[in-house]
């Protein structure tokens, strides 16, 4: 149901919709992974195309065929567009490592507050 709720608002929330009406892909299934990788897929206009690859794929598919629906259903998009995936797996990257420089930055801010106010005590 968490799921579902981070669908609301976007533009392929009917298309994962029929997904779970006509497959037996369930709303769990989906994991921040595969939303993550729809929006990437939304901002190049293909995860509709992206939702009917999913519903070919999973037309025959049965629960217990299937051992990580979640797996699974991941693979399924980062094959339907590399290029895609990879530019993803590349913007969080950047924002791993900006985050990273961000926490660096605020550790070195604090250690060089400190020595100041260090200094200061012994001018005193």
Do not use: P
């Amino acid at each position: 149901e968490a799921m579902m709720q981070s669908l609301e608002g976007k533009a392929y929330k009917e298309h994962i919709g029929e997904l779970f009406k006509l497959t037996a892909m369930r709303a769990g299934d989906l994991d921040h992974r595969a939303i993550s990788l729809l929006d990437q897929l939304q901002s190049r206009n293909r995860a509709k195309e992206a939702c009917d690859h999913l519903k070919k794929a999973l037309h025959s598919a049965s629960r217990e065929r299937i051992k990580n629906w979640r797996g699974y259903i991941y693979t399924l998009l980062r094959s339907f567009d590399q290029e895609a995936y990879s530019a993803l797996k590349a913007e969080q990257a950047a924002m791993k490592a900006e985050n990273s420089t961000d926490r660096r930055s605020k550790r070195l801010d604090r250690r060089n507050t400190g020595e100041e106010v260090g200094d200061d005590a012994e001018k005193g």
